[in-house]
């Protein structure tokens, strides 16, 4: 039987692209997302791939929503794509409580939430895959981003740390920081802000979520198995690390 990967806000974007990639690479896939159903909905009809609602900022949710996974499919998970995200911009010095939890939460906490679940038997089987999805301005810091450059750098080292306790359990854990990828999040960008933006990436275009997903699909094959605690840019040269 093939392995099972389970996707993070997967029916949209990135995690979309890494969902579908991964079917086509022989995986049993199921996907999560929050609420857009008309996303799902779709999803699920081009796809086939199970898309299963819940908040990945909720511990008791996620622990709920993994153990229905892995009953429906009758397997552990193996590979976990934490990829779910949002960001809630504003100038610190104007930031809401809200604005800093919900990010921080959704976006940090969730990886908590997600990989405490999954961890155990993969460790207990002696294989696993955890690849968690950060961003380049984790890497780099962007104003009116303090909130979600402060999640995505914990992912990073959460990926550090959490490789070193899991590599002689043969679970891999790496991080992925993509630039400026065309999705939804980024096309929420003002136009003028977003022509500023592609000015600044060598490659001179947006990135593309495939090109994400070809990351992603090698850091869960087995070729993969000498990899762990890394970040992987991609960003069209736009900040070398
Ligand atoms: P999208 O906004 O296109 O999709 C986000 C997905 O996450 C959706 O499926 C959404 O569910 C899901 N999601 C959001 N909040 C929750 C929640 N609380 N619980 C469960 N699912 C949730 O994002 P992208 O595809 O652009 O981004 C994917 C990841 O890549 C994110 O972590 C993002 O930070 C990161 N990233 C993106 C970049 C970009 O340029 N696009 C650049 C760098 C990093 P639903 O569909 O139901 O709303």
């Given at each position: 039987m093939s392995r099972l990967a389970l996707v993070t806000g997967g029916v949209r974007g990135i995690g979309s692209a890494i969902a579908r990639a991964l079917?086509?690479?022989?995986?049993r896939v199921a996907?999560?997302?929050?609420?857009?159903?008309?996303a799902a909905d779709n999803f699920r009809k081009e796809t086939g791939i199970s898309a299963y609602k819940w908040d990945v900022a909720d511990y008791e949710a996620c622990a709920q929503g993994v153990?229905?996974?892995?009953?429906?499919?009758?397997?552990?998970?193996?590979?976990?794509?934490?990829?779910?995200g949002i960001t809630n911009d504003c100038m610190f010095h104007k930031m809401a409580p809200e604005q800093w939890r919900s990010v921080i939460d959704t976006d940090l906490?969730?990886?908590f939430n997600m990989t405490r679940g999954v961890i155990g038997p993969m460790r207990d089987a002696n294989f696993g895959r955890v690849i968690n999805i950060a961003s380049i301005n984790?890497?780099?810091g962007q104003a009116g981003q303090v909130n979600y450059c402060a999640a995505k750098s914990g992912i990073?080292?959460?990926?550090?740390?959490?490789?070193?306790?899991?590599?002689?359990?043969?679970?891999?854990?790496n991080a992925v920081a993509p630039g400026y990828i065309a999705t939804d999040m980024v096309a929420a960008v003002?136009?003028?802000?977003?022509?500023?933006?592609?000015?600044?990436?060598?490659?001179?275009?947006?990135?593309?979520?495939?090109?994400?997903?070809?990351?992603?699909?090698?850091?869960a094959s087995d070729g993969a198995a000498f990899v762990t605690g890394a970040t992987f840019t991609a960003n069209g040269g736009q900040y070398l690390t």
């Amino acid at each position: 039987m093939s392995r099972l990967a389970l996707v993070t806000g997967g029916v949209r974007g990135i995690g979309s692209a890494i969902a579908r990639a991964l079917q086509a690479d022989g995986y049993r896939v199921a996907v999560t997302y929050h609420g857009n159903e008309t996303a799902a909905d779709n999803f699920r009809k081009e796809t086939g791939i199970s898309a299963y609602k819940w908040d990945v900022a909720d511990y008791e949710a996620c622990a709920q929503g993994v153990a229905k996974v892995v009953g429906d499919f009758g397997a552990p998970v193996e590979i976990l794509v934490n990829n779910a995200g949002i960001t809630n911009d504003c100038m610190f010095h104007k930031m809401a409580p809200e604005q800093w939890r919900s990010v921080i939460d959704t976006d940090l906490v969730s990886c908590f939430n997600m990989t405490r679940g999954v961890i155990g038997p993969m460790r207990d089987a002696n294989f696993g895959r955890v690849i968690n999805i950060a961003s380049i301005n984790a890497q780099k810091g962007q104003a009116g981003q303090v909130n979600y450059c402060a999640a995505k750098s914990g992912i990073i080292g959460f990926t550090k740390a959490l490789a070193l306790e899991s590599a002689s359990r043969g679970i891999t854990v790496n991080a992925v920081a993509p630039g400026y990828i065309a999705t939804d999040m980024v096309a929420a960008v003002p136009p003028e802000v977003l022509a500023k933006i592609v000015a600044q990436i060598p490659v001179g275009r947006l990135g593309h979520a495939e090109e994400i997903a070809g990351l992603v699909r090698y850091l869960a094959s087995d070729g993969a198995a000498f990899v762990t605690g890394a970040t992987f840019t991609a960003n069209g040269g736009q900040y070398l690390t």
